[in-house]
């Protein structure tokens, strides 16, 4: 199983649309995540794709048949300044094993 | 707790000494996990516990790691040996009985000379 996450650094004027990419590979039932770390501050989960949330803005659609799972945010905030990982979970699995994408830092220009 | 604390948060040694590292998750979680990430890379599995049993360490690189938690709280992470590719910050998770890693610590940065 593999995640990529194509760009290292995504910058975008505040008020824009941002959509962080995240592409996998898997061949068993997965279950998706995104993690965000910003400045000084420790990572932490920020939305999982069964829970169909839209938390601080941000949403993510799990997309089969695209092998992705792409983040969106219509309006990009400049507090949206964070370090982003895409991680893949087997859903069927006892633990959340969970393997990451080596991340994509989204600059907010304001 | 404040969150999941980890020491020491930095850690220098010379290769071939062993190093314990120690987690301490947020109190009630009983799903603990070990990553490490290094310098570049994502995050890498390396172990998971749900109370003190660890039933998923197949992230473990090689017999010179090892850890353990007890009282379904503190873990700690020792490494035997160690050798430069060791090198890498080492974080601890927790959450909630079958949930993913969902509160990470600050890590401990490890570098092996």
């Known amino acids: 199983q593999r995640v990529t996450q194509p760009e290292k650094l995504l910058s975008v004027f505040k008020g824009a649309p941002v959509e962080l990419k995240c592409n996998y590979s898997y061949s068993g039932s997965p279950e998706l995540f995104w993690y965000v770390q910003y400045s000084r501050q420790r990572l932490q989960l920020l939305l999982r794709h069964i829970s169909r949330e839209s938390i601080k803005g941000f949403t993510a659609d799990l997309n089969k048949g695209e092998t992705s799972f792409h983040l969106k945010k219509p309006f990009a905030q400049e507090e949206d300044s964070a370090m982003y990982y895409c991680?893949?979970?087997?859903?069927?699995?006892?633990?959340?094993?969970?393997?990451f994408g080596k991340g994509t830092k989204l600059s907010v220009i304001p | 707790g404040a969150g999941v604390s980890q020491s020491p948060s930095n850690k220098v040694t010379e290769k071939g000494k062993d190093v314990e590292l120690r987690c301490d998750p947020i109190s009630g979680h009983t799903a603990l996990y070990w990553y490490r990430q290094r310098l570049g890379q994502g995050l890498e599995f390396l172990i998971y516990f749900q109370g003190n049993s660890a039933p998923d360490k197949s992230g473990l690189p090689s017999d010179r790691f090892s850890a353990e938690r007890t009282g379904e709280s503190v873990s700690t992470l020792t490494i035997q040996r160690t050798q430069q590719e060791d090198s890498a910050v080492y974080l601890c998770?927790?959450?909630?009985?079958?949930?993913?890693?969902?509160?990470f610590g600050d890590g401990t940065r490890l570098s092996i000379l």
């Open positions: 998770a927790s959450s909630l009985e079958g949930g993913p890693p969902q509160h």
């Open positions: 991680a893949l979970s087997d859903s069927g699995a006892g633990s959340y094993q969970l393997t």
